[in-house]
């Protein structure tokens, strides 16, 4: 099964900066399709989750534009250009190209 | 407005059985392939399983693989998830989802305890 490996796992941002999730893949997900199922998710505490990004770089309907996704093969960004206080929570990549699909282990976002 | 509606939670003993069941709302259930995704207290998001929307393919999970059954009735909407031979380390909320759809939507999840 295709692993998934999420950096930092704690995450302690100032209102108003800038954060960084990074999602690492054991093999590449590109798809024989062409596309690259790679998915962000946030979970905030107490909610399901919601899926903010698809296909690497694709928002959500209703997703703000602060959240983008990029990157490639193995190696995937989320970015979340001002942290405000509804933020936190913890994001989740998941692998939507080989069954199983497998989530990252979680990245838990907090105001410092 | 989209609802996916769980239920069919509770508690039960290992080796025991229970069924899930998700009520969609909201949009054409039949033209998409749906997902269980389940998380135990406290830890992270785990796939479960996935049933095409026409219910020709499925797919789990190595840890419930031979244990559960995915299923579908489009007629009412609705999606299954047969547990079987249920073990503690089962115990999780268990949401559907339709990850096929922008957006994606999920349920509120319904506790599936599983005790001795």
């Known amino acids: 099964d295709v692993v998934m490996t999420q950096s930092p796992l704690s995450l302690p941002v100032t209102l108003g900066q800038p954060a960084s999730i990074s999602c690492r893949s054991s093999?590449?997900?590109?798809?024989?399709?062409?596309?690259?199922?790679l998915n962000w998710f946030q979970q905030r505490p107490g909610q399901s989750p919601r899926r903010l990004i698809y296909?690497?770089?694709n928002r959500d309907s209703g997703v703000p534009d602060k959240f983008s996704g990029s990157g490639s093969g193995t190696d995937f960004t989320l970015k979340i250009s001002r942290v405000e206080a509804e933020d936190v929570g913890i994001y989740y990549c998941?692998?939507?190209?080989?069954?199983?699909?497998?989530f990252g282990q979680g990245t838990k976002l907090e105001i410092k | 407005q989209v609802q996916l509606v769980e239920s069919g939670g509770g508690v039960v003993q290992p080796g025991g059985s229970l069924r899930l069941s998700c009520a969609a709302s909201?949009?054409?259930?039949?033209?998409?392939?749906m997902h269980w995704v389940r998380q135990a207290p406290g830890k992270g998001l785990e796939w479960v399983s996935f049933?095409?929307?026409?219910?020709?393919?499925?797919h789990y999970a190595d840890s419930v693989k031979g244990r559960f059954t995915i299923s579908r009735d489009n007629s009412k909407s609705t999606l299954f998830l047969q547990m079987n031979s249920l073990r503690l380390e089962d115990t999780a909320l268990y949401y559907c989802?339709?990850?096929?759809?922008?957006?994606?939507?999920w349920g509120q999840g319904t506790l599936v305890t599983v005790s001795s």
């Open positions: 093999q590449s997900l590109v798809h024989s399709d062409g596309s690259t199922y």
């Open positions: 049933i095409r929307y026409d219910a020709t393919n499925t």
């Open positions: 989802a339709n990850l096929y759809s922008d957006p994606a939507y």
């Open positions: 296909k690497v770089s």
């Open positions: 998941m692998q939507g190209t080989y069954w199983p699909y497998i």
């Open positions: 909201g949009f054409t259930f039949s033209n998409y392939g």
